[in-house]
T-cell receptor
Framework: AQSVAQPEDQVNVAEGNPLTVKCTYS??????LFWYVQYPNRGLQFLLK??????LVKGSYGFEAEFNKSQTSFHLKKPSALVSDSALYFC????????????FGAGTRLFVKA | SAVISQKPSRDICQRGTSLTIQCQVD?????MFWYRQQPGQSLTLIAT?????????ESGFVIDKFPISRPNLTFSTLTVSNMSPEDSSIYLC????????????FGEGSRLTVL
């Protein structure tokens, strides 16, 4: 079965430190990979995506993500965390078989302490 | 991009009643989706809203419980029928504006509490 795993329910980091939010997937072929962020009482906002090409993709608010095909991972990173980055982060995968269904991970809550 | 408005933003409902959620998009889109986000859980796709035809439901979701309308390319409704406390969730409207390599855009969600 196709799935997305975010192994950490919560990540705590101090402001100014680098952050990593982990994501691995189990989807056949070469799926499209996405990260979204959800602030309290808001819908999801798109951060970045990997379709093809360079394994390091850059997105909104200084976030970037590294695609690793051999490890089927797509970890979200930021060199220097801000308190305002505190939110719920979702990794998502869409199989490249021509359909439009997107599979979401369980989400990781990021807390950035001042 | 797309701007999506959902109504109501939240509601408290009584068991056994039904509620219709509206989703309005500021541009014509081909693909519209309805997701459910149960408390503390991830997003689960309920159905794809197809313009001019019946919605395509995911496993575990049926039309009698979640009837969907899509009268045109900018509007859709999701009805949650005969509600029970287990239906307490955030319901999210989402659209895909381009090819299947594109990102989803989401409304701010409708938070339903069923008593």
């Amino acid at each position: 079965a196709q799935s997305v795993a975010q192994p950490e329910d919560q990540v705590n980091v101090a402001e100014g430190n680098p952050l990593t939010v982990k994501c691995t997937y189990s989807v056949s072929g070469n799926p499209y990979l996405f990260w979204y962020v959800q602030y309290p009482n808001r819908g999801l906002q798109f951060l970045l995506k990997y379709i093809t090409g360079d394994n390091l993709v850059k997105g909104s608010y200084g976030f970037e993500a590294e695609f690793n095909k051999s490890q089927t991972s797509f970890h979200l990173k930021k060199p220097s965390a801000l308190v305002s980055d505190s939110a719920l982060y979702f990794c998502a995968v869409r199989p490249n078989t021509g359909g439009f269904k997107t599979i979401f991970g369980a989400g990781t809550r990021l807390f950035v302490k001042a | 991009s797309a701007v999506i408005s959902q109504k109501p933003s939240r509601d408290i409902c009584q068991r056994g009643t039904s509620l219709t959620i509206q989703c309005q998009v500021d541009s014509q889109v081909t693909m519209m989706f309805w997701y459910r986000q149960q408390p503390g859980q991830s997003l689960t796709l309920i159905a794809t809203a197809n313009q001019g035809s019946e919605a395509t439901y995911e496993s575990g979701f049926v039309i009698d419980k979640f009837p969907i309308s899509r009268p045109n390319l900018t509007f859709s409704t999701l009805t949650v029928s005969n509600m029970s406390p287990e239906d307490s969730s955030i319901y999210l409207c989402s659209v895909l504006t381009g090819a299947n390599t594109g990102e989803l855009f989401f409304g701010e969600g409708s938070r339903l509490t069923v008593l």
